[in-house]
């Protein structure tokens, strides 16, 4: 199958002239696909009936598909999970706040960066959306009208499948495609390169950073990628781009209990990332299986915030949403995965 999802218009132009259209169908084609928001080919009905059906013949077709599965929250997160990649489904939650309707959209089936306190990162790499399967979760979700704000923080390293995340980026803001400002889109990351250079020279939308301790050692010990992608090195790095204006820049710092929770690691990340218009994220963990690490106090969350904010650095406590769908990365999926192994277990 082709799909014509994530497609610009200069492939759909070359889709067109293969199907016998006029150029001028790449732009009806990416308004089909992006503001009319057609399910399949049939529906792009001012195309010439003999080529849509060319199209069919040729292996072509939208690359839209329903969530397989939907968990709705008592405080209206909707956890989705949809088709994914070499068996392992993939996940987008959808988190409405107020005026705002944010959806939390994966970049991979799984991920390889192995963090030890996540979920996703335990159950291993299966395989890379395409810019078609991360636009379909946008487009998919019986909600998508009212989004106001897309985050790549769900499944998956979006640094580690670039291109596929560039071209969902280039979708979302360009002209022909939904035409959003990049200031309603954040990506997540933990800063690989070259993919977390090709985001900031490519794209104008929010980063956000996990970061999580100051102490390269201690990361190391919970992010493997510590080692080939210091922190030190992705905020030297982040320290030539301008975040003080249009574009933000955050941290994501998950709290453990008696592990990265006192004065001394406040302290040090804020000499960390003294110099950079930035705002601390303080996540609270979810315990996860084979992880030894407890989720910290509340009132050590806000002790933890009060300092970095006394020591001039914004910090926010990050509100808790949906947890009884197990909206955290990978916990659905995971929970899914886990069920099937054990229905195959007992059929065998
Ligand atoms: Fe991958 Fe993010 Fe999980 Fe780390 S925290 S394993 S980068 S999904």
Redesign the pocket.
């Known amino acids: 199958m082709v799909k014509l999802a994530g497609m610009n218009p200069e492939e759909l132009g070359a889709v067109a002239a293969a199907a016998g259209l006029r150029p001028f169908a790449a732009r009806q084609m990416a308004s089909w696909l992006y503001t009319k928001r057609v399910k399949d080919i049939d529906g792009m009905t001012d195309l010439p009936k003999k080529a849509r059906q060319w199209l069919k013949d040729n292996g072509y077709a939208i690359g839209r598909h329903e969530p397989i599965m939907a968990s709705r929250s008592a405080d209206g997160t909707v956890k989705y999970l949809f088709e994914g990649v070499a068996g392992r489904d993939i996940e987008a939650v959808y988190i409405p706040d107020h005026d705002r309707a944010t959806l939390c959209v994966s970049s991979q089936a799984g991920?390889r960066?192995?963090?030890r306190f996540?979920m996703?990162?335990r159950g291993g790499w299966q395989g890379n959306l395409d810019a078609a399967d991360i636009l379909n979760q946008i487009l998919s979700i019986p909600e998508s009208e009212t989004l106001t704000n897309i985050v790549f923080m769900g499944?998956?390293?979006p640094t580690d499948n670039i291109d596929a995340v560039l071209r969902a980026v280039e979708v979302l803001t360009a002209k022909w495609g939904f035409a959003w400002s990049p200031k309603r889109i954040t990506v997540s990351s933990?800063g690989k390169q070259p993919g977390f250079g090709m985001l900031l020279d490519r794209t104008q939308v929010h980063i956000a950073v996990?970061l999580h301790t100051p102490y390269s050692t201690e990361r190391l010990s919970l992010?493997p990628v510590e080692k080939a992608f210091p922190a030190r090195q992705v905020i030297e790095t982040l320290k030539k781009y301008d975040f003080a204006h249009q574009r933000r820049l955050s941290f994501e710092y998950t709290m453990f209990d008696g592990l990265n929770d006192d004065d001394a690691h406040a302290d040090a990340l804020s000499r960390l990332v003294r110099g950079l218009p930035c705002r601390v994220n303080l996540i609270r963990f979810h315990r996860i299986p084979g992880f030894e690490g407890k989720p910290s106090s509340q009132e050590r969350m806000e002790h933890f915030r009060d300092r970095l904010n006394d020591n001039g650095v914004t910090a926010t406590i990050r509100a808790s949403r949906g947890e009884d769908i197990m909206a955290a990365?990978?916990m659905l999926a995971g929970a899914k995965a886990q069920q099937n192994m054990k229905e195959e277990n007992e059929q065998s």
């Open positions: 991920c960066m192995g963090c996540c996703t990162g499944m998956g390293e933990i996990s992010m990365c990978g």
